[in-house]
T-cell receptor, first 113, second 117 residues
Framework: KQEVTQIPAALSVPEGENLVLNCSFT??????LQWFRQDPGKGLTSLLL?????REQTSGRLNASLDKSSGRSTLYIAASQPGDSATYLC????????????FGKGTKLTVNP | SAVISQKPSRDICQRGTSLTIQCQVD?????MFWYRQQPGQSLTLIAT?????????ESGFVIDKFPISRPNLTFSTLTVSNMSPEDSSIYLC??????????????FGEGSRLTVL
C-alpha cells in the first residue's frame, strides 16, 4: 500500500529565504507525482506535475525534483514571499491501472514579513 | 486545465439530515473523483464517479452513506446521508483525463466545507 510522508509538518521562515519541502513515498512504481497548494479552508491548486520519467519541473520560483528510485521528491521555493504561506501537499499516482492520488499530510508554510 | 465549480461552498447542517454537493466542470472530463478532508488531515479518496454507472467506492466508504451520481461528463453529485458530527469535513471534487496524451494531472474544485452540529 502506497504511503506518502511529508517533512517537516510545519515550517516558518522570514521573507526572502529559499526553502525546501520534502516528500517521500514507499512504492517507487509511480505514474506521476503532483505538488499542490492549499490555502486555509480552500481547495487545491496544482503547482507542478512530474511524470515518472522526468527528474524535475520548474514554474516561476518553484522547482520540484523527483528521485523515483529512492522514493523522494523535493519542492524548492526561491525567494519566499508572505503570499507563499499555505499548506503544500504532495501526492502520487501509483502504477497499476488506478488513477487514485495518494496524499501526504502536507507541510504548513508560514513566510513572515 | 478545467474550471470546477462546487456548490454549496459551505453549509451547517443538523445531525441526521442529508446534504447533496454538486460538482460542475466547464469541459468534458474522463475522470471525476470525490475526496474528503477531515479537520487537520490530508485528503482521502471516497469514490470514483463513473458516468452512467455506479460509483466505485474505496475501503471504508459505502454507497448508502455517500451516494454519488454522474449523469454526464461534466457533472456529478455527492450526497452525505444521515450526517453526524464526524462527517464534518471539506469535500472536494477532482477531475482529470485519460488517453494517450494524458499526463495524469488532476484538478480540484474549491471544496465544500460541511459542519454538522
Amino acid at each position: 500500500k502506497q504511503e506518502v510522508t511529508q517533512i517537516p509538518a510545519a515550517l516558518s521562515v522570514p521573507e526572502g529565504e529559499n526553502l525546501v519541502l520534502n516528500c517521500s513515498f514507499t512504492d517507487s512504481a509511480i505514474y506521476n507525482l503532483q505538488w499542490f497548494r492549499q490555502d486555509p479552508g480552500k481547495g487545491l491548486t496544482s503547482l507542478l506535475l512530474i511524470q515518472s520519467s522526468q527528474r524535475e519541473q520548474t514554474s516561476g520560483r518553484l522547482n520540484a525534483s523527483l528521485d523515483k528510485s529512492s522514493g523522494r521528491s523535493t519542492l524548492y521555493i526561491a525567494a519566499s514571499q508572505p503570499g507563499d504561506s499555505a499548506t503544500y501537499l504532495c501526492a502520487v499516482i501509483t502504477q497499476g491501472g488506478s488513477e487514485k492520488l495518494v496524499f501526504g499530510k502536507g507541510t504548513k508554510l508560514t513566510v513572515n514579513p | 486545465s478545467a474550471v470546477i465549480s462546487q456548490k454549496p461552498s459551505r453549509d451547517i447542517c443538523q445531525r441526521g439530515t442529508s446534504l447533496t454537493i454538486q460538482c460542475q466542470v466547464d469541459s468534458q472530463v474522463t475522470m471525476m473523483f470525490w475526496y474528503r478532508q477531515q479537520p487537520g488531515q490530508s485528503l482521502t479518496l471516497i469514490a470514483t464517479a463513473n458516468q452512467g454507472s455506479e460509483a466505485t467506492y474505496e475501503s471504508g466508504f459505502v454507497i448508502d452513506k455517500f451516494p454519488i451520481s454522474r449523469p454526464n461528463l461534466t457533472f456529478s453529485t455527492l450526497t452525505v446521508s444521515n450526517m453526524s458530527p464526524e462527517d464534518s469535513s471539506i469535500y472536494l471534487c477532482s477531475v482529470g483525463w485519460t488517453g494517450r496524451t494524458n499526463t495524469g494531472e488532476l484538478f480540484f474544485g474549491e471544496g465544500s466545507r460541511l459542519t454538522v452540529l
